[in-house]
């Protein structure tokens, strides 16, 4: 329940607490049903996070056909690794790189590179500020950080060489990721700066899990709109691929036209257990 009610950690970053809790919770004794329905609650309450929906299926899947489950974990982590070596590769040695949000793959990236002569840019990543956690890990790595409003953000593009995001589902249309990553991707294009996604093959939205996906709506909690206005909260948008310059996955760079598509068998009980929830509105 406290990893369906975070806002700040990436989909990387949920999946690894999740999958340690479940594996915790295997080992203690608790029944696979009940688990099911834990994690049934946490993709109800992030809808956007592809690569919990398609990990959990495989998982369970895995579970009920008693295969190994810690190869596939075993599969993202190593697929994790490389594309943060590619992305760290891809990065200048001096100047100045920005980034989005708090992203566990692009962290995986800075831990990868030389430190001292690397600036990133940062906003704040309102309104969870998660902005602010991604900069406190880069900082205790050593960077050199500016920090700046998010509608900022865009303008100081021009002031560095490349930009990258990280994902939460990747789609046919185009990356999902925190509200204000399409405006960057503009700014990047309108600049002539190179914008890079890091993704992961288990991100990949596919087309028979379209029911567990949503982008998810906030009720508008967070702004300090006039009263007579309808607060609009929506804290993810779709940057289309036409504004992307390519995305590392698969442990590759590629076009956008040449992600890796791959269907993902529905797990029953998973599914189950999601619909009782969906019907109960969560609760």
Not at 7 to 21: F, H, P, W
Not at 38 to 66: C, K, Q, W
Not at 145 to 164: K, R
Not at 264 to 280: F, P, V, W
Request: hydrophobic letters at 40%; a positive charge.
């Amino acid at each position: 329940m406290e990893l369906s009610q975070n806002r700040v950690l990436g989909s990387s970053a949920i999946l690894r607490e999740s999958y340690d809790a479940v594996m915790d919770a295997l080992a203690g004794g608790v029944e696979v049903e009940e688990i099911a329905r834990s994690i049934a609650h946490l993709l109800y309450s992030h809808p956007t996070m592809a690569v919990l929906i398609n990990f959990f299926h495989r998982f369970f899947n895995a579970l009920e056909n008693d295969k190994e489950v810690r190869m596939i974990w075993k599969e993202i982590d190593r697929e994790a690794e490389e594309n943060a070596k590619i992305a760290s590769s891809l990065m200048p040695p001096r100047g100045k790189v920005v980034l989005f949000s708090h992203s566990l793959s692009l962290l995986k990236a800075m831990e990868e590179r030389e430190r001292k002569n690397l600036t990133v840019i940062l906003s704040e990543g309102r309104p969870y500020y998660e902005g602010r956690v991604m900069a406190e890990k880069l900082l205790q790595l050593g960077y050199k950080v500016e920090f700046t409003y998010d509608a900022f953000l865009p303008a100081m593009v021009q002031e560095a060489e490349m930009v990258f995001i990280g994902s939460d589902a990747i789609t046919s249309q185009g990356v999902i990721n925190r509200a204000g990553s399409f405006a960057l991707a503009l700014a990047a294009k309108q600049f002539k700066k190179p914008f890079f996604v890091i993704g992961h093959t288990s991100k990949v939205l596919y087309g028979h899990l379209n029911s567990y996906f949503s982008l998810y709506r906030e009720n508008g909690d967070h702004l300090q709109a006039p009263r007579g206005c309808k607060p609009r909260g929506n804290i993810f948008d779709l940057t289309p691929w036409k504004v992307v310059s390519a995305v590392i996955i698969n442990s590759m760079i590629v076009s956008p036209k040449d992600i890796p598509f791959r269907q993902i068998k529905t797990s029953s009980l998973l599914h189950r257990a999601y619909q009782e929830i969906k019907g109960n509105g969560n609760k």
